[in-house]
């Protein structure tokens, strides 16, 4: 058995929100008393699109200590599990080339977040936007890591890592044994999709996953927002007429109001049914104000932490640097394993 390890990353591209938020960044801060971890800033990712919109030189380093500003603010400890940037552990890219000739074309054709991304012009899309799963599996095998809590939309891609993890193991078997005696080299890292918030939706429409890339600001809350935005964002979020059920079963055909007390259980560390407990019979008026309430006492502290962190650049990049070696100390021994497993 593989000891447990978690890994996961987050994109330095544009504004944290709160789907980042409740679907990552607090599942990462709640498994670091029963795991050793490892949280990434994946900047090699946020490269697979155009530069417009990553925003070229200056604005990646910027986002790159803004996340890991956000990832310390909400309560991952960096003196107790690596915090670190993907470009700065070589061992990443190197694994990557090697899953890039395990992966089949038509495991990466099948792959949705690749069509979403790419749109119709995908003859105009990166080979790194289509080979971009290869580099996530690279990303959490090159640390053997076991479990790696994301949101819901990754679900695919961690299915696409245990195949290749799978594959390589099958392939190399004898020369694994070989080289490091054991029957498979690399685990198969279970996915840890966990919560009430597992897929936060835009507050303008109840059917698209919130997202960075959303055109309308009003789809999203930051992480960065103030007070006032928070509450008006809340304010014209779009909901049904009709008041908040009692129940679950009730939530099932109103993605918009179930969208909306995910975001407050999540918020509040309560179930949905122990929400709609308290809310059931409410108009939609008295539960925003409630949520802006309860989103403006959660995220105020962190965006203040955050700013406070974005004056202090070097103390970021400390523990940046100190991670990327404690990083490489893992990393380069597997990688010299896989090395001899191949013949190179
Ligand atoms: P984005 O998807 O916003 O471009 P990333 O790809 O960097 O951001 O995702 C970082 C983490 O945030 C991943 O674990 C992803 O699953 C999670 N995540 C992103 N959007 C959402 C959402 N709307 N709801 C829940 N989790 C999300
Ligand atoms: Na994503």
């Not at 990553?54 to 790159?64: A, D, F, M, R, Y």
């Not at 977040?113 to 690279?138: C, D, I, T, W």
């Not at 994301?150 to 993890?165: F, N, P, S, W």
């Amino acid at each position: 058995a593989f000891p447990q390890r978690v890994f996961s990353g987050v994109q330095p591209t544009g504004n944290l929100h709160l789907g980042n938020y409740l679907g990552a960044i607090t599942r990462f801060v709640a498994l670091q008393d029963d795991y050793d971890c490892i949280y990434c800033v994946v900047d090699m990712h946020a490269i697979t699109q155009a530069v417009s919109v990553w925003g070229g030189p200056e604005e990646l380093t910027k986002s790159t200590r803004e996340v890991t500003a956000a990832f310390i603010a909400s309560g991952i400890d960096p003196e107790k599990h690596i915090v670190f940037n993907q470009s700065q552990v070589a061992e990443h890219a190197e694994l990557a080339w090697v899953f890039n000739c395990v992966a089949r074309m038509g495991w990466l054709n099948r792959m949705t977040q690749f069509k979403e991304k790419a749109g119709k012009h995908r003859e105009n899309a990166s080979v790194g936007l289509f080979a971009y799963p290869n580099l996530m599996a690279a990303d959490i095998l090159v640390y053997r890591a076991t479990h790696v809590p994301v949101g819901e939309d990754q679900k695919q891609h961690l299915e696409l890592a245990r195949d290749i993890a799978q594959k390589f193991n099958t392939d190399f078997a004898d020369s694994i044994r070989r080289v490091s005696g054991e029957d498979e080299f690399f685990p198969l890292p279970e996915p840890l999709i966990q919560g009430p918030a597992t897929r936060v939706m835009s507050l303008r429409d109840g059917t698209k996953k919130m997202s960075k890339s959303d055109p309308s600001d009003y789809s999203r809350i930051n992480l960065t927002d103030d007070a006032d935005t928070i509450a008006q964002k809340i304010r014209k979020a779009k909901t049904d007429p009709e008041p908040l059920p009692g129940e679950e079963d009730g939530l099932e055909p109103r993605p918009e109001a179930a969208n909306l007390v995910g975001i407050y259980a999540a918020l509040a560390d309560r179930s949905k049914a122990d929400v709609l407990a308290e809310f059931g019979g409410a108009q939609f008026s008295t539960f925003k104000t409630a949520l802006a309430d309860l989103s403006v006492a959660k995220l105020a502290p962190i965006a203040s932490e955050m700013r406070r962190l974005r004056d202090d650049p070097g103390y970021i990049d400390s523990v940046l640097e100190r991670g990327a070696g404690q990083a490489r100390d893992i990393a380069g021994p597997v990688m010299r394993n896989v090395k001899d497993i191949i013949g190179f």
